[in-house]
């Protein structure tokens, strides 16, 4: 979630935005709290291993309330440059998914994993 999405939700006007106000005055401690709790969520609906890879792919553990939703993996190098983006068909079997890492070479790379409702980016190493 965008922080300017945060900061609206938290505003005093946010269930009803006008022309002279827009969504009123942010709420920080309300806008704090919202995001928390949308870093927890999004931590609790994937997790990655093992880290750091050493093999030729890692597994990508789907918690069962993102199923049935699109996503899509996205992997980066340090520089930001995407080498490898999939998008996982929404029928994932068994919660797990299992993620090429052969053609990388060594180093430090983020994943992304995008949902229609939540975004995970987190760090891990290739030996």
Same mark, same amino acid.
């Given at each position: ?60 553990? /789907? ?61 891990? /190493?290739?030996?």
């Amino acid at each position: 979630m965008q922080v300017i999405d945060i900061l609206q939700r938290s505003a005093s006007q946010a269930n009803s935005p006008d022309s002279l106000l827009g969504y009123g005055i942010p709420n920080f401690t309300k806008a704090s709290q919202i995001a928390s709790e949308q870093l927890k969520s999004s931590q609790e609906a994937f997790r990655f291993y093992p880290n750091p890879v050493s093999q030729d792919s890692f597994t990508l553990w /789907v918690n069962p309330s993102q199923r049935n939703t699109a996503l899509t993996v996205r992997i980066f190098d340090t520089t930001g440059k995407i080498i490898s983006e999939q998008n996982i068909a929404s029928a994932i079997e068994k919660n797990t998914v299992y993620l090429k890492s052969s053609s990388f070479p060594a180093g430090t790379y983020l994943i992304q994993i995008t949902s229609p409702t939540l975004r995970f980016t987190d760090k891990f /190493v290739k030996y």
